[in-house]
DNA sequence: ACAAGCATTCAAAGCGCTTTGGTGGAGCAA
DNA sequence: TTGCTCCACCAAAGCGCTTTGAATGCTTGT
């Protein structure tokens, strides 16, 4: 069923009928319930290429996420963070294109899909260093969110919704050093990303304000896979000085800390102290009830949900201030910590 | 940068030039050449929308997932699908959309994109018995492709790819009785999913063949998150008489039977034998060097890739049989199963 | 009674592309 | 020369919608 089709069946003009249907004020109530309850009936939906063509519009929007082509890994936090962006999406009638792509070019996705004309605005996921995309996509004149954000220059004036993560890792490390601990490992991100290099800013920060050097063996940064945690930690754990505690970038990381341990036989909490960030994801609740992990928590849900409502405010009035969001993590006290032991 | 300019720009009529681009034969080399080099140095891409209006066909495929609205969890194993299946999507030049929709009213979902005429083809996610999904996409005309099946009525012919879930489950089931296990808990994922209703009938199989009477109390069935795992295990230890071994429908299920074993004080593949069916997630990678867990394995993202393949096909020929995928999983011997304690 | 004003409705253009159905001219045979 | 076939190109229609600009029929005010 198209609007000739339906205009024909009710003896009315195109135009009358598509006014109707959004809203215009020219057309009776009379008509405007007529057409209505016609579209109903015939299960009508305007052609959504047609429609776009028409207005200029998409109503949809796109996702590109990058393919780590190291080692092959889509980051799970995409699930969450997704399906926080699709109830705004849902709301607004807004599709959402989402293209996965080897982080190698990035940037020619993001040109792409400008120029193909089939979205009204992009989320840019994972953003580096002085992340190139910001000003391409600037220069393009195309409506975006920064999930994160990039330390590019001070000036450049975009839409971002981030985590603190530098203070939420300089708390995690306080509470640690607070325990007792003094030899503080840190199982970060890649720190070519700049929510990594943001928390090793807050561990460094931390350190540096209780007067503990750091040890630059005890920082490792990596893709955040469950081995990852594994192999740090009987690393670590094979020291002649093993450190008293992690700080694990991800829940993931943390199962492979867990699993390391339950292998040596060490005991979080006591034997050795444990913090995790955690994005809330929905299949890894780091449960109410008994905290498996002590974390600093923010959920990856609510953060999708933030830039879809930043992009949607954007693509409605492109000249408002660009907004920022920058959310607090929680520091959940769970019983993977515990004073350090003394040796 | 459109047609119409590029057209004026080089002096020629549209239709010339798209010619030209689409590999019409009808067009001098010469001009193809001087064609393409004008679309390369003035980055020209056609406007998608325009192009769908025009041939009918909309380069671009949907993926509708579940939002489960019980725990509001959405599986994780759709990150590693998506990026098997945006292989082939990148190199047919197709996009993805995506919509997350509450697994209450999918159907309409499926109607709606269906309607709104945006899509080529849909991949089906998360098959349950009789699923309401593949006949009305039948009935639309659409092209789709099944991740799972569906025990719909026997004649309704429509392309899948599935794991042979059935068989696996009844192979590692198997693997536990042979190790003289006889009381073996299965955690299974919801069974009002079609494939956990194949790994209940595998496991049934396998135990009835040895004459083992099932137990009830010892299978469960739910979402299948960490915390299940974990709350399961500590149920069932808690009993008088508790499983030997478990079986679980996924690793997270299992690192959360992991986790507590570990606080039991329990070993795996001593004091508990476990078994899970691994997907082979990017972020959950059950190692080749140690392997973390005995498992069934099937790659999801080779499921992703095969999907999108079939899709494709069905696609460019509707007329052409129906295709079926069935994936066999390979069972991978790691240290979490032994021989059952005697007791 | 007539112009003005308003409430409704409509025909047609246009969004950027593909595709149908040509046209003009070169090349060749008779 | 005529008549024919090819080749290379083009003008215009059409995909399904929105939107501009105009038309229609009714009330009003005077």
């Known amino acids: 069923m198209n609007l000739k ?3 024909a069946l009710l003896n009315l003009s195109q135009t009358t009928v598509s006014r109707a249907l959004n809203g215009y004020p020219e057309v009776s109530e009379a008509t405007r319930d007529r057409v209505g309850k016609a579209a109903r009936e015939h299960n009508y939906i305007p052609n959504t290429r047609a429609r776009g063509l028409a207005t200029g519009r998409t109503h949809a929007v796109g996702h590109v996420i990058p393919l780590s082509t190291k080692h092959e890994v889509v980051n799970p936090v995409f699930t969450d963070f997704i ?4 109830e705004i999406y849902a709301r607004e009638n807004y599709d959402m294109h989402l293209s996965v792509v080897p982080d190698t070019n990035e940037e020619s996705a993001y040109r792409k899909i400008a120029s193909k004309g089939s979205v009204d605005g992009v989320i840019v996921h994972g953003p580096v260093e002085n992340d190139p995309r910001i000003q391409l996509l600037q220069s393009i004149g195309m409506p975006f969110v920064v999930h994160g954000r990039s330390n590019a220059e ?3 004036d975009y839409a971002w919704v981030d985590m603190n993560n530098k203070r939420a890792f300089e708390r995690a490390t306080k509470c ?18 700049d929510f990594a290099i943001r928390r ?9 304000a209780a007067g503990i050097n750091s040890d630059a ?7 955040m896979t469950e081995d990852y945690g594994y192999e740090s930690t009987m690393t670590f754990c094979a020291r002649d000085v093993p450190p008293t505690a992690i700080l694990a970038s991800s829940i993931i990381v943390g199962i492979g800390v867990r699993r390391a341990c339950s292998e040596l036989g060490l005991t979080l909490g006591k034997d050795l102290s444990l913090i995790i960030h955690d994005d809330d994801l929905s299949y890894f609740r780091n449960g109410a009830a008994a905290s498996q992990y002590t974390a600093t928590r923010s959920s990856v849900r609510q953060a999708g949900l933030t830039c879809a409502e930043l992009l949607m405010e954007q693509i409605a009035s492109p000249d408002v201030p660009k907004r920022h969001v920058l959310m607090e993590a929680e520091l959940i006290i769970g019983n993977t910590t515990g004073p350090a032991p003394r040796s």
Not at 83 to 86: I, N, R, Y
Not at 200 to 208: I, N, V
């Open 200 to 208: 090793r800013a807050g561990y460094q920060s931390a350190l540096d």
């Open 5 to 7: 089709e339906l205009s």
């Open 154 to 156: 001070v000036d450049q």
């Open 176 to 193: 640690l050093i607070d325990l007792g601990h003094k030899r503080i490992g840190l199982l970060n991100g890649l720190e070519s990303m």
């Open 217 to 223: 063996t005890l920082c490792r940064s990596e893709e």
């Open 83 to 86: 399906a926080g962006a699709s």
